[in-house]
């Protein structure tokens, strides 16, 4: 005899309403890291650098590598150029005017 709702091991364990596949997952990880986190989804772009590509990420004002992508072995072996590291990073025409080097001109 059964008692409702119990499955016996190896059966399907599905939510029949919703059609959806439960399971039970067993992780030393945060919920957070392995479930994702919730809200805008991370916008990479692509950098060409003398022939190698690098995909970043904008981070508060600078880049963090995701990918490198080159032919040379030799590059993926420079430390400047792993993924998760931070680079100074500028978009163009976003930069600040230069201060004027009178500054009587300023306004007051």
């Given amino acids: 005899m059964r008692l409702p709702g119990a499955r016996w091991y190896g059966e399907q364990n599905r939510d029949d309403e919703k059609g959806l596949l439960q399971m039970v997952i067993y992780t030393v990880l945060p919920p957070e890291q392995v479930m994702g986190q919730e809200g805008e ?6 950098v060409d ?3 190698r590509a690098f995909v970043m ?6 880049a963090r590598i ?12 420079r430390p400047e150029w792993q993924p998760g590291r931070m ?5 163009p ?3 600040l005017p230069s201060r004027p080097s009178n500054p009587s001109c300023l306004p007051t």
Avoid: C, H, K, N
């Fill in 49 to 51: 650098m003398g022939g």
């Fill in 57 to 62: 990420e904008l981070v508060g004002g600078q």
């Fill in 66 to 77: 995701v990918r490198l992508l080159s032919v040379d072995p030799r590059d993926y072996l």
């Fill in 87 to 91: 680079v100074g990073f500028t978009i």
């Fill in 93 to 95: 025409g976003t930069e």
């Fill in 41 to 46: 989804p991370p916008q990479y772009f692509t």
